[in-house]
């Protein structure tokens, strides 16, 4: 086909993707949806292949590839009709990636044919379940960690099936605000819906579906080109994690493993030896799975190829079933999405620094790290002004990410497939019984290296509520983030409760539900990350600025850089 | 009188002059001196009067832009800065609450992270603490303050930003703390973020208050010597700066603010594009405005700038009124490439001026965009900047045949259109986005296009997004420069609010409006502009409760109706999102007070010779790429076209700055501003 007229399609649809999100998140009612940005839109071909997608948060874009063909299919194409919208959210019987992330899935129809899949993900700040806020991993199965929506038609001809919604929304803990996400995702469904038939109706549906299939295979010819260029051979790289529930006292661990088989211009990757599923939400659905892994595959090859699912025809994956990667129900999978699906990134990237040592990175932090509060206001001038009584608060928190080949790492950051951001201190004590009294990097979190890890941020909470539960889902708190060719780890993940009496309680990362009260302090510590290279080669320089800058303290540099030393060999500098 | 405007840029410094008497204009362009920016500004200043046999004592007003700001944010060139903040929150802004959300692609594990603006050994704490109420939580020990301002004192830091937590509530910490460091430090530039920018949230009031802190010293600098110079060249009139809300303002107004001049530059243009809109009674229009590296679009409705209260510089958020304004890497100087996949690309690589495109001769070996217009006829390369500078046509054939032709197995023609006709799609479609993201259709726009090539690609546009009518106006080449002379002044102010609409009292709202309205009327009386020529304009952010961003909302003139404010957010809020949710909880976040005096000059140029017959005939044809073919075209010059020349197509039309060309079924005309109207 006509080079100009693909050129136009393909772009115009990466346009109308950002189109649809913005219309999605400048009206969504989920305070993690409007300032954290945890929503993402994406457009499918009429074979439900991702073709474009906004640079929106990976996990739940990835994820699309198996939960849009599951959601159309589970309703059934013929029998989807102009103006349907499908919602789901069900790991199982949707393709999801946890509960709380909800899909709508709208076919697009030209001339009374479907052309076009617009899809739109939003993290819902509660879905209900075992907990408020939806977000504890010791549930014992996929029921507590909130209602499971299976594919269902929530709008029909354009209007809302009220039956449908209610019964969802009264399974959350405040369905008015879900009702504000509902309409955000139709929105943005609607919006792709009305530029992708313009623009069929402009270039042809023919012309559409041609650019499409032809986006795919340019991005598969490209992705290809890239695996060809690292070094055949098989890869390979081990590590556990926590699981959630202790046998006897002790917390086991789980393994995990891949196998990376890279030769001519395709590559596999074997999970087979990792672990099995387990009670508790660090499972991953297959959706999750993949997610990382492609995620993984992009990031070390070339990021400017422009992403579909064409890129993703060149790697195979390969997950036994009932392992912790490849969960069957009822498996609970919570933050497998958010923990799991990272920590198995660092695995990839491990296994993968023999291959192209320049393109992996330090070990980080590796979490959402959401913490969640939940209590009555007692505050009755605020109860009347926002007129809710019950308040839920969900944050999601900065660690490190770890250093790379010829850069420190970042610090303060969700890494890899996450994106959402912190609420400002300031809009969380005007609408919430919380004061925050800390919020600062942590000095030596970041592992020591040649290029040094980024830092964690630490959030310290004054509880104002009478009485409220507390949930926070770490990750890394037994497994520190190592450091990438002799480079040093950097600080696990910590959090704790102080009690009004002085009584220190140290929180698991695999968290459960804790009753705090007015007067205890909260803090939660996301891991740092690992350096990259050894510490002795660290340019003096950047050294002595991160001591002045208290990036690293007095301590840390005389024992991880050897800092003392140097200072000893040549007075003139001290 | 004379008024002169002045817009420096990155590049080039712009003057324009303009005799408000008769309309008579004259234009210059001189090298941009980024040592030290007052050395081209005055030599453009020079040149101008040279050209034009004014004297410096006839001219009575400057308009001045400049893009030095931005470039000091982007190369982080401003003054050395310290930050002052609350115990507990040192690392506000490198935090930047988590989110990366400007990161150019989330796949990426190696991008580089914002640098700080601030040291964090200069990021300072003091043991205080306001609550959400504004109630004092902590007092403020002044001894902590002291103790800090000598260990300033004693460093090379220049400007320090003081940004405590709830200081948009309650001031009385950050006021005692700037009266403090005044005292000790009275050679240092102090601002606090009440002054600045008194709103919720605090990574963006810090980030906002900190650029203030950083430019502070440098403009001020840059403001006073370049003031200096011309006072001593003989100047005695007014100068005035652009804003980037697009309103001028004087000298001392904004060396406190200097955080308006981040958008100082193209603001101009914007500007001069309003004043054209509300003078030919245009409602609706869409402005594209294309130089090497960029393609920006902005709005104007009702003869008004879309403005926008806070924007991300170059991954730093900055809450300051600002045309809003989108950018897209689709430049004259952006490079076009073929990838590994064989798709053929434009940008972000941009050639800009050095080397410039591969036909500028001075050593671009690879295609760009205009490269590829000169192949197809838009650029000739002998009457390009009136023929000053010669294009080396050979030179864009060698490139375009070389990476693109060759490589994608068509000839150098089919080549150079595709990379047209795909510029042309990206920009169409950052223009689409612009209506559309703001709840409008680009089909009720007229579009207006200026830089050296927004004419040149503005036909296509507009046939693509369905306009109907082409403007390009005077001087497209130096439209900003030109807007710093038809721009008004403004002046504006927020204040917190932070309330649900069931618990405000109106009463309480119209004195605070009052209140901010004298304030303002205060500042223009300084500067010798009464209130009775003072237009104001009240506005409210508000949101549904548990709601995102919010939506600003003029509110209907005279006392506060709250009812009519909650209807017109209504209507917003179904503009942008088709629904609404009666009922539901609507926040007032913060209620603003702008304040326009109409002081710029609002005639027409007119052409400086004698005007020559109505329309003189094309002296000349030009082979151009016009529906899908090359066709010769009569060419003319824009100069010798009087108001009510009238041109059929095909044509093309050429001027110094610019060139346009348009098909079989389109025709132009010269309206009675000596504005070019292509109508579609």
Known sequence: ?574 | MKRLGIDVGGTFTDVVLVDDADGRHWSVKVPTTPGDRVIGAIDGFSRILELSGATSGDIGFIGHGTTMATNMVVEHKGAKTALITTLGFRDILEIRRVSRHDRADLYDLQFDAPKPLVQRRWCLELDERIGPEGEILKPLVDAQVEKLADRIGASDIEAIAVCLIHSYISPVHERRVVEILKRRLPDRFVTASYDVNPELMEYERTSTTVINAMLGPVCSRYIRSFTEKLRTLGFGGEVMFMQSNGGLAPASLVEAQPVVLLESGPAGGVSAAAQLAKKIGVENVLLGDMGGTTFDVSLVRDGRPEIRNSVVLHSHTVRSPTIDIDSVGAGGGSIAWIDAGGGIRIGPESAAADPGPACYGRGGTRPTVTDCNLLLGYVDPDTFLSGSFKLDREAAHRAVQEHLAKPLGVNVLEAAHAVRAIANALMAQAMRLMTVERGYDPRDFTYVCYGGAGPVHAVDLAKDLEIRQVIVPALPGLFSAFGMIVADQASEQQLAIEREFAVLDAATLEAAYQQMQDDVAARFEAANVSREDLIFGRKMDCRYAGQPEAITVDAPDGVVDLDAIRSRFEDAHRRHWNFIKPGHALVCNNIRVKADAPTGWHGSITANPKLPAKKKAAARTRSIYLDGRMVDAPVYRRDELSPGANIPGPAVIEEASSCIAFGNSQSAHVDAHRNLVVNL
């Open chain 1, 1 to 574: 086909m006509d080079t100009i007229i693909y050129e136009i399609i393909r772009s115009s649809l990466y346009a109308i993707a950002r189109e649809m999100k913005v219309a999605m998140t400048r009206t969504a009612g989920s305070p993690i949806i409007h300032s954290g940005g945890d929503a993402s839109a994406a457009i499918f071909d009429a074979d439900m292949q991702l073709i474009a997608q906004g640079n929106d948060i990976p996990t739940m874009l990835g994820s699309a590839v198996i939960s849009t063909r599951v959601s159309v299919e589970a309703v059934g194409r013929d029998r989807l009709r102009p103006g349907d919208v499908i919602i789901s959210n069900d790991a199982y019987l949707g393709g999801g990636n946890h509960q709380s992330d909800v899909q709508f899935t709208r076919p697009v129809f030209v001339e009374g044919e479907i052309v076009a899949y617009t899809m739109t993900r939003g993290h819902w700040s509660d879905i209900g379940g075992q907990s408020p806020g939806s977000y504890a991993a010791d549930t014992w199965d996929i029921f507590g960690e909130g209602v499971r929506i299976p594919p269902v038609r929530l709008y029909r001809n354009d209007e809302l099936v009220e039956d449908v919604q209610t019964l969802i929304l009264q399974n959350t803990r405040d369905p008015q605000t879900r009702l504000l996400d509902v309409q955000a995702q139709y929105a943005g469904c609607y919006v792709g819906d009305q530029r992708l038939s313009a623009l069929a109706r402009k270039y042809g549906v023919k012309a559409m579906a041609e650019a499409m299939t032809r986006a795919l295979d340019h991005s598969e010819a490209l992705m290809r080109d890239a695996i060809r260029k690292i070094p055949d051979g098989v890869y390979t790289a081990e590590d556990e994690i926590d699981a959630v529930y202790a046998i006897d006292g002790v917390q086991p661990t789980i393994p995990i493993k891949v196998t990376v088989t890279k030769k001519d211009d395709e590559i596999e990757f074997d999970y087979t030896g990792s672990g099995g599923q387990v009670r508790g939400g660090v499972n991953c659905p297959l959706s999750v799975t993949c997610n990382s892994t492609w995620f993984t595959v992009k990031a070390i090859t070339d990021v400017s190829i422009p992403i579909n699912q064409g890129c993703y025809r060149p790697v195979k994956i390969v997950a036994p079933k009932g392992s912790v990667l490849n969960c069957e129900f009822p498996a609970s999978v919570v933050s497998g999405n958010t923990e799991t699906s990272p920590r198995v990134i660092d695995l990839l990237l491990s296994a993968l620094s023999k291959a192209v040592p320049e393109r992996v990175i330090g070990q980080s932090n590796c979490a959402a790290c959401a913490g969640v509060f939940s209590g009555n206001d007692p505050d009755e001038a605020r109860v009347a002004r926002t007129g809710r009584k019950l308040a839920s608060f969900i944050d999601v928190h900065g660690g490190g990410m770890g250093a790379r080949y010829r850069k420190d790492g970042v610090s303060a950051i969700r890494v890899y497939v996450g994106n959402a951001g912190a609420q400002s201190v300031e809009a969380i004590e005007q609408t919430y019984p919380l004061r925050i009294q800390e919020w600062s990097l942590v000095p030596d979190s970041g592992g020591a290296g040649r290029q040094r890890g980024g830092l964690a941020a630490r959030r310290v909470y004054e509880v104002l509520y009478d009485e409220a539960t507390f949930t926070v889902s770490g990750e890394r708190d037994r497994q520190p983030p190592l450091g990438q060719t002799q480079g040093l780890a950097g600080q696990p993940f910590r959090s704790e409760i102080v009690r009004t009496d002085g009584r220190v309680e140290r929180l698991p990362g695999r968290g459960g539900q804790f009753l705090v009260h007015k007067g205890d302090k909260v803090l939660v510590q996301p891991a740092g990350s690992g350096g990259y290279g050894p510490p002795s080669e660290r340019d003096r320089a950047k050294l002595l600025d991160d001591l002045a800058d208290g990036y690293v303290t007095a301590e840390a540099a005389q024992r991880d850089y050897g800092l003392g030393s140097i200072v000893a060999s040549k007075p003139e500098a001290a």
